[in-house]
């Protein structure tokens, strides 16, 4: 069941230009820069898009320009976690596993999951009680269970917003979706 969505999901983000894209995530950002929780936090988890994602790479530019601290994932393949590093410039980055943008290894700041204030997750679909689905490789599920005590803020289009999300013992669901047309307190 949870693959026949993920792949009806995909299917969606896939069918977008890349001109919608960048429009509903401007949206998207307008939205998430006026949530008190984002204006609170000093130190963000941002992650870097790739593919018909919610486009961050605007957001995360805008962050270090406005002095707020920028934390981004690098996929630690071998052991199946993501490391996480200070990003200092958008130049730091290049393309790492599964070809998304990350820190170049002589790049790479360490961050513990407890100096981040707020953490941006991806997905391929969450429902409106802040059910999550990801690819399914479980990146993202390990990290939010050790970071219980932070926000967590789902981005997705409107279209990746469904009625329920199968849920299994390891999903952690977010504390809000931020979305092209509105904020959904989970």
Same mark, same amino acid.
């Given at each position: =069941?949870?693959?026949?969505?993920?792949? &009806?999901?995909?299917? /969606?983000?896939?069918? %977008? @230009?890349?001109?919608?894209?960048? &429009?509903?995530?401007?949206?998207?950002?307008?939205?998430?820069?006026?949530?008190? #929780?984002?204006?609170?936090?000093s130190t963000i988890?941002?992650? +870097? @898009?790739?593919?018909?994602?919610?486009?961050?790479?605007?957001? +995360? /530019?805008?962050?270090? @320009?406005?002095?707020?601290?920028?934390?981004?994932?690098?996929?630690?393949?071998?052991?199946?976690?993501?490391?996480?590093?200070?990003?200092?410039?958008?130049?730091?980055?290049?393309?790492?596993?599964y070809n998304i943008?990350?820190?170049?290894? #002589?790049?790479?700041? #360490?961050?513990?999951?407890?100096?981040?204030?707020?953490?941006?997750?991806?997905?391929?679909?969450?429902?409106?009680?802040?059910?999550? =689905?990801?690819?399914?490789?479980?990146?993202? $599920?390990?990290?939010?269970? $050790?970071?219980?005590? %932070?926000?967590?803020v789902g981005l997705?289009? #409107?279209?990746?917003?469904?009625?329920?999300?199968?849920?299994? @013992?390891?999903?952690?669901?977010?504390?809000?979706?931020?979305?092209?047309?509105?904020?959904?307190?989970?």
């Open positions: =069941m949870k693959d026949v969505i993920r792949k &009806e999901l995909i299917e /969606k983000r896939k069918k %977008m @230009s890349k001109k919608e894209v960048l &429009e509903k995530s401007k949206q998207v950002k307008k939205r998430l820069f006026e949530i008190d #929780e984002f204006k609170k936090a988890l941002f992650y +870097v @898009s790739y593919g018909n994602e919610v486009y961050t790479h605007d957001m +995360v /530019k805008e962050c270090l @320009s406005n002095g707020k601290k920028v934390v981004v994932p690098v996929t630690d393949i071998d052991n199946r976690k993501l490391i996480l590093s200070k990003l200092r410039s958008w130049d730091d980055l290049a393309k790492g596993a943008l990350e820190p170049k290894k #002589e790049k790479i700041d #360490e961050v513990s999951i407890f100096d981040i204030d707020l953490i941006i997750v991806p997905g391929v679909g969450f429902d409106e009680h802040g059910c999550r =689905m990801g690819h399914g490789v479980g990146y993202y $599920d390990d990290l939010l269970k $050790d970071s219980t005590n %932070m926000v967590h997705a289009f #409107e279209k990746q917003i469904v009625d329920g999300i199968p849920t299994e @013992s390891h999903d952690t669901p977010v504390d809000k979706i931020v979305t092209e047309e509105r904020v959904i307190d989970c």
